[in-house]
């Protein structure tokens, strides 16, 4: 698919999807069948659906705040750490899902 004004590619792991500015990354998971660990279903308060962020996109996408930044702190993550579930979609983001979030 060709992107768009409206729609664009975003890289998760090793498949190419299709998205738009509104949609987060654990929603395109979920809708394109990529296996990620999500036990709060998204309300930022797990931690589970971590992605690390490989290339950021066109767009930078805003850096953590809230719980987000509070769960990626306590964790010790680095920097390229973030929840799929708080990460909005952004043309030519790349990420990859470690293997203890699959």
């Known amino acids: 698919m060709q992107s768009t004004a409206n729609q664009f590619m975003v890289q998760i792991s090793e498949k190419k999807v299709s998205a738009c500015s509104e949609d987060t990354i654990l929603s395109l998971c979920k809708k394109n069948r990529i296996r990620i660990a999500h036990s709060c279903d998204g309300n ?14 066109k767009i930078l996408p ?12 306590d964790r010790g993550w ?14 030519g983001l790349v990420l990859t ?4 979030t699959k």
């Open 78 to 91: 680095g920097p390229e750490a973030r929840l799929s579930c708080q990460l909005l979609a952004a043309e």
């Open 44 to 57: 930022a308060t797990c931690g589970t659906c971590r992605v690390t962020v490989i290339e950021k996109g």
């Open 97 to 100: 899902i470690p293997s203890q």
């Open 62 to 73: 805003p850096d953590p705040d809230g719980l987000e930044q509070i769960i990626i702190s």
